[in-house]
């Protein structure tokens, strides 16, 4: 408000940058000074979740860095990481839709309205852009869909998701999931070892055994024979 003017940026959900870019010209959209209040209230929780899944695609804030200040990343600033102490950062987080529904009804209360109406607000959205965006061009984006999972993301990033899943068979499934099983089953074994070795350390504390498990002598009695000296002591 105080600078007097606003913008109107759409998000690559694959990269997780605005588009900006000459190329996807009229975006971004100016918003006249005379709505970019009325605009913001009625984007500020799609924004919201718009952050949320930055974070969550990420796994952490550097998501949201580069969202913003995508010249900044992967640097997160130091105070970026303090203020995010106790956030989560998952994509399934249903966090993120409580949040974006109590910011509408808050919202609807601030403005007079008797209830919240997330539908309508996306219409009116879609009408604010379409005033300038009179070919629906919408950075030439697709959507693509997976179940009932939905991002948006530039053709190119189509094509390259396209190809990926193209080249990958039920056999490379089975593959990946025996490696990640051998990998579990290897760091079960390494837990189990770690387990006897700490019981081991903690029986020899107790008992004050002190040296090593193997003593140079000519057949080994000799070490037997101190550890059982110290234990005596």
Request: charged fraction near 25%.
């Amino acid at each position: 408000r105080d600078a007097k003017s606003a913008y109107i940026y759409l998000v690559d959900e694959a990269s997780g940058v605005p588009l900006a870019d000459n190329q996807y010209e009229p975006y971004p959209l100016s918003v006249p000074e005379a709505g970019i209040e009325n605009i913001l209230l009625k984007m500020l929780p799609f924004m919201h979740i718009c952050c949320m899944y930055a974070r969550g695609s990420a796994g952490g804030i550097s998501g949201l860095v580069k969202l913003i200040f995508e010249a900044a990343y992967p640097h997160v600033p130091p105070s970026w990481n303090s203020s995010a102490n106790g956030l989560t950062h998952r994509l399934n987080d249903p966090q993120s839709l409580k949040e974006a529904a109590y910011l509408q009804d808050n919202i609807a209360f601030m403005t007079g309205s008797k209830t919240a109406d997330p539908c309508g607000d996306l219409l009116f959205i879609r009408d604010v852009m379409l005033r300038r965006d009179m070919a629906r061009k919408f950075c030439d984006m697709v959507r693509i869909q997976s179940a009932n999972a939905t991002f948006w993301t530039t053709k190119e990033n189509a094509e390259e998701i396209q190809e990926a899943t193209e080249s990958y068979t039920f056999r490379d499934a089975l593959e990946i999931q025996r490696t990640l099983e051998a990998k579990l089953d290897k760091n079960e074994m390494t837990i189990k070892k770690l387990e006897e070795e700490i019981e081991r350390l903690k029986f020899h504390n107790k008992m004050n055994l002190t040296l090593p498990d193997n003593v140079d002598g000519a057949d080994g009695n000799e070490s037997d024979d101190i550890s059982e000296a110290n234990a005596v002591e």
